[in-house]
């Protein structure tokens, strides 16, 4: 079974300066790797998508990930973060079976400090 | 494409009563998904349609939850005497055959008082 691990329920950075959400996953067969964003009292939105093509994968609002299978880790970073960057973000894994379902990490809350 | 539709919103319902609540996936997605968050937490899956077909339930769905999805378009998923809980945001998502993406509704949020 396919699982996600987020390091850090909390992370605050300041405006400008760089954000890295940690993702670690585990997976008996290559999966498929999803960051979303969650901002309050709203559902979850897409950031980015690895699908076993480009290990750095770049998504929207100028974050990117970049997929590392020795260390089994897919973390979320984004050079400069801006006051409105500030949600919950989920990391989730799929497996190419079945129903393709996917299993969500607990979620990094970022707080951007101006 | 008017995205994954979720109604109500929210609901606030006495602990014993009945709720409902409906997606409409995005127009051609197949794929149909139930989710649950609770506060802190991620989401949890509970069901899997394709088309009309309920393919697979969690463990997390007892058997006080029941979902449909009649005629493989809108889905409705119930909760029979409700707990305390049960209150958490419900989510939809759906996908069509061939997508790695799997689309989020805004999701229903139920507190259970």
């Known amino acids: 079974a396919q699982s996600v691990t987020q390091l850090g329920s909390h992370v605050s950075v300041s405006e400008g300066a760089l954000v890295l959400l940690r993702c670690n996953y585990s997976s008996s067969v290559p999966p498929y790797l999803f960051w979303y964003v969650q901002y309050p009292n709203q559902g979850l939105q897409l950031l980015l998508k690895y699908t076993s093509a480009a290990t750095l994968v770049k998504g929207i609002n100028g974050f990117e990930a970049e997929f590392k299978k020795s260390e089994t880790s897919f973390h979320l970073t984004k050079p400069s973060a801006h006051m409105s960057d500030a949600a919950e973000y989920f990391c989730?894994?799929?497996?190419?079976?079945?129903?393709?379902?996917?299993?969500f990490g607990s979620g990094t809350r970022l707080q951007v400090q101006p | 494409d008017t995205g994954v539709s979720q109604d109500p919103r929210h609901k606030i319902t006495k602990r014993g009563q009945n709720v409902t609540f409906r997606c409409d996936p995005i127009?051609?997605?197949?794929?149909l998904y139930w989710y649950r968050q609770t506060l802190g937490q991620g989401p949890e899956f509970l069901t899997y349609f394709q088309n009309e077909a309920q393919l697979e339930k969690s463990r997390l769905l007892s058997d006080r939850f029941s979902a449909e999805r009649p005629k493989g378009s809108f889905s409705t998923l119930e909760i029979q005497r409700t707990e305390q809980g049960d209150s958490a945001m419900y989510l939809c998502?759906?996908?069509?055959?061939?997508?790695?993406?799997?689309?989020f509704g805004e999701g229903s949020w139920l507190t259970v008082v």
């Open positions: 989730a894994v799929r497996v190419d079976t079945g129903r393709r379902a996917l299993t």
């Open positions: 127009s051609e997605h197949n794929r």
């Open positions: 998502a759906s996908r069509d055959d061939s997508g790695n993406t799997i689309y």
